[in-house]
């Protein structure tokens, strides 16, 4: 049970308030303890000097002259009380005068030093005593003013008892305290554990109740929700990416598998049968392999261990060898290329610069109207690839970035094309951008054109 924070939570506050318990019980029971001893030696020493003032009046009043001891004896008459007694003695510690029961100890006596307060045991009793000298008709004398300690002591016994039994009860009821305070605490913590127990991959929708979003349990609830979101998201995107793979790898495929059967079906058939079934199984099997390259590209991006060699490159060249690639294609469609650059080093992966520029020229050209035009510019490290063709609806704008996406989903298979058409050339031509440390982004799209640009970093 030990192991738990809520259990760790509360021995620690039984711990701290404990200590501040007793911390301050001490310091309440010796300040009373030595409030107690102050006014004791107060009123002590203010008999004392009562006294003194007494037995020099008596020895001022008395009209034939008379003993300083026997004038100390009469004004003692006047100081009898309960609580306080009085014995005074000569130089010689001979006793003059007492109103005490008993004899105060020879080495007290012997060993007087005016001025001074001390605690002694008499006949198993403790007394608080205070010595004085004074001078009576030219004479000195010792007075010991004593007062018993036995009411004080009873009263410091009961406090002590008092405070001995109400430390363990406070204790008690802190440990109490501070265990439901620690469980209530813990109440939304253990509520979050349960539902987030509950959260599996069917039920990524699910979230974590948020009592109070401003303090911290609730902003750790934010958290995990917001990590939920993302995951739900991750989930998601890989359950449409296996989706939708699987559907773009079933149509070659079929074909593929239907076109080996109808060359199976007869025992003879012409060459050219043959052939013709041949060069379909041919293209599907390379539409395939560019598919596979293509989800085996996005698979290491994914997984971050995609090799990449960085090296100083000409921008402009890579350019001018990637139109050059796809004018047999634009020239099938009577499309006009226009192209211009100025110089532009830059550095980074020449491989995949290439397959970046190949896959926007590529659809610029698969896109594109009969008879349209592709112009390709790069002007102050800003590269623009336009074409002429059905323009982007705005809501499709951030989504044809998307894997497997189309923004034409009607469209043919047909035709040659460099990528694999299966929607997943801008995907990886705006993962090539950001590893280079610059976004690709669809700026324009009305009036029959469409403008995609990247902006290189110096």
């Given at each position: ?6 259990s ?27 409030i ?6 107060a ?5 004392a ?30 100081f ?76 410091e ?30 109440r ?28 911290e ?8 929700n ?20 699987s ?59 995609f ?34 650059a ?19 020229l590529d ?10 035009s592709?112009?390709?510019e ?6 623009s ?61 009305e ?12």
């Amino acid at each position: 049970m030990f192991s738990s924070i809520r259990s760790k939570l509360t021995l620690w506050y039984t711990f701290v308030l404990g200590l501040v318990i007793i911390t301050f019980s001490a310091l309440i029971y010796f300040s009373f303890v030595s409030i107690l001893i102050s006014e004791t030696d107060a009123n002590l020493s203010e008999m004392a000097n009562n006294f003194v003032v007494a037995s020099n009046a008596e020895q001022g009043d008395e009209e034939t002259q008379t003993l300083p001891s026997e004038n100390i004896s009469d004004a003692l008459d006047s100081f009898r009380f309960r609580d306080y007694r009085f014995e005074v003695t000569t130089k010689d510690s001979k006793r003059v005068a007492a109103t005490t029961e008993f004899e105060l100890p020879t080495d007290l006596k012997t060993n007087s030093q005016p001025d001074s307060f001390g605690s002694y045991s008499i006949n198993g009793e403790l007394y608080r005593v205070y010595q004085r000298s004074f001078q009576v008709g030219g004479e000195t004398f010792y007075l010991f003013a004593v007062h018993s300690l036995t009411d004080r002591l009873a009263l410091e016994s009961r406090l002590r008892n008092s405070v001995f039994a109400a430390v363990p009860v406070a204790l008690l009821l802190a440990g109490l305290g501070g265990y439901i305070l620690a469980r209530r605490s813990f109440r939304p913590i253990r509520d979050m554990s349960v539902r987030a127990s509950l959260i599996t991959s069917q039920n990524l929708h699910e979230r974590l109740p948020v009592v109070n979003e401003k303090d911290e349990l609730g902003k750790l609830a934010t958290v995990f929700n917001e990590v939920l979101d993302r995951l739900d998201k991750s989930f998601e995107q890989q359950r449409r990416f296996m989706a939708d793979a699987s559907h773009e790898l079933r149509t070659p495929l079929a074909i593929v598998r239907g076109e080996s059967e109808v060359a199976l079906s007869k025992s003879t058939r012409l060459a050219t049968e043959y052939q013709e079934s041949l060069a379909i199984v041919h293209d599907e099997s390379k539409r395939l392999t560019r598919i596979v390259d293509d989800l085996f590209t996005l698979a290491r991006a994914d997984a971050g261990n995609f090799t990449i060699y960085f090296s100083e490159v000409y921008f402009d060249e890579i350019a001018a060898e990637c139109v050059r690639s796809v004018r047999t294609l634009a020239e099938k469609k009577k499309i006009q290329i226009v192209f211009s650059a100025e110089e532009t080093p830059f550095r980074g992966d020449e491989s995949l610069l290439r397959r970046l520029l190949l896959n926007l020229l590529d659809n610029a050209v698969k896109y594109n109207n009969h008879e349209g035009s592709i112009t390709v510019e790069i002007k102050d490290r800003l590269v623009s690839i336009a074409n002429t063709g059905p323009e982007i609806p705005i809501y499709q704008k951030d989504k044809i970035f998307e894997r497997f996406f189309r923004a034409d989903a009607a469209r043919t298979r047909g035709g040659e094309s460099s990528t694999s058409g299966a929607g997943l050339g801008l995907s990886i031509s705006k993962w090539i951008a950001e590893l280079h440390g610059t976004k690709l982004e669809l700026t324009k799209s009305e009036h029959g054109k469409n403008t995609f640009c990247i902006l290189l970093p110096r």
